[in-house]
T-cell receptor, first 113, second 113 residues
Framework: EAQVTQNPRYLITVTGKKLTVTCSQN?????MSWYRQDPGLGLRQIYY???????DKGDVPEGYKVSRKEKRNFPLILESPSPNQTSLYFC????????????FGPGTRLTVL | AQKVTQAQTEISVVEKEDVTLDCVYE???????LFWYKQPPSGELVFLIR??????QNEISGRYSWNFQKSTSSFNFTITASQVVDSAVYFC??????????FGKGTKLTVNP
C-alpha cells in the first residue's frame, strides 16, 4: 500500500529534551516536506527536500532540523524543544518537485511541557 | 512572496445548500500550481484538486467544482447540494517552482442536517 508513515503518532515531552519524529514513504517520491498545523494558522511549511541531500527552509524553520540521507526517509529533529513547538505535525511526499499532489502522513501530535 | 488568503474562517450551511469557499493567492511567478485539500474531523489531509497556472479551465467533479481566474488571482471551490459528510476544514495551497508550498489558514465548513 502506498503510504507515508510517521512515528510516533503522539508524544508528550519536556522542554529541552531532544526528539526525532520519523517520516518514511514507499512511493519513491523525490519531494518530501514537513508542516505544522496550529489552530487559526493553517498548515505552515517547516522544511522541504527536493531530493536526497537537498533540503530547504520553509516558512517556519526555527528550532527544527531535518536530514535527507535516503530517498524514503525525512526525519524531523527538535534539538531543544520548547512549549511553542507544541503542535500537530504532518509529513508529506510528492512526485514532481513539490508541484504534484502531496501525500500526507497521519500526523504526529506533539506536546512540549 | 507567496501568499494564500482564505477570508472565510467558518461557514455554516444547511444540507442541500450550495456553498462557495474563496481562495485568493499572491505570487510573482508565472508558473505555479494551486491545490485544494480537505481535512475531515478525523484529521487526515485529503487531496481534492491541482491546477497549474496555464490552465484556466474550470473543473467539475461530481458535486465539486472549481473556478480559477487569473485576472482576480482566485481559485474558488463550490460544493453543490452540500451533505453532512462535506463538513471539514478546507485548505487552499499554492506551490511555485522551487518547492515551497504555502497553505491558506483554512475554512471550516459545517453542514447541518
Amino acid at each position: 500500500e502506498a503510504q507515508v508513515t510517521q512515528n510516533p503518532r503522539y508524544l508528550i515531552t519536556v522542554t529541552g529534551k531532544k526528539l526525532t519524529v520519523t517520516c518514511s514513504q514507499n512511493m519513491n517520491h523525490e519531494y518530501m516536506s514537513w508542516y505544522r498545523q496550529d489552530p487559526g494558522l493553517g498548515l505552515r511549511q517547516i522544511y522541504y527536500s527536493m531530493n536526497v541531500e537537498v533540503t530547504d527552509k520553509g516558512d517556519v524553520p526555527e528550532g527544527y532540523k531535518v536530514s535527507r540521507k535516503e530517498k524514503r526517509n525525512f526525519p524531523l529533529i527538535l534539538e531543544s524543544p520548547s512549549p511553542n513547538q507544541t503542535s500537530l505535525y504532518f509529513c508529506a511526499s510528492s512526485p514532481g518537485q513539490g508541484l504534484g499532489e502531496q501525500f500526507f502522513g497521519p500526523g504526529t501530535r506533539l506536546t512540549v511541557l | 512572496a507567496q501568499k494564500v488568503t482564505q477570508a472565510q474562517t467558518e461557514i455554516s450551511v444547511v444540507e442541500k445548500e450550495d456553498v462557495t469557499l474563496d481562495c485568493v493567492y499572491e505570487t510573482r511567478d508565472t508558473t505555479y500550481y494551486l491545490f485544494w485539500y480537505k481535512q475531515p474531523p478525523s484529521g487526515e489531509l485529503v487531496f481534492l484538486i491541482r491546477r497549474n497556472s496555464f490552465d484556466e479551465q474550470n473543473e467539475i467533479s461530481g458535486r465539486y467544482s472549481w473556478n480559477f481566474q487569473k485576472s482576480t488571482s482566485s481559485f474558488n471551490f463550490t460544493i453543490t447540494a452540500s451533505q453532512v459528510v462535506d463538513s471539514a476544514v478546507y485548505f487552499c495551497a499554492l506551490s511555485e517552482e522551487g518547492g515551497k508550498l504555502v497553505f491558506g489558514k483554512g475554512t471550516k465548513l459545517t453542514v447541518n442536517p
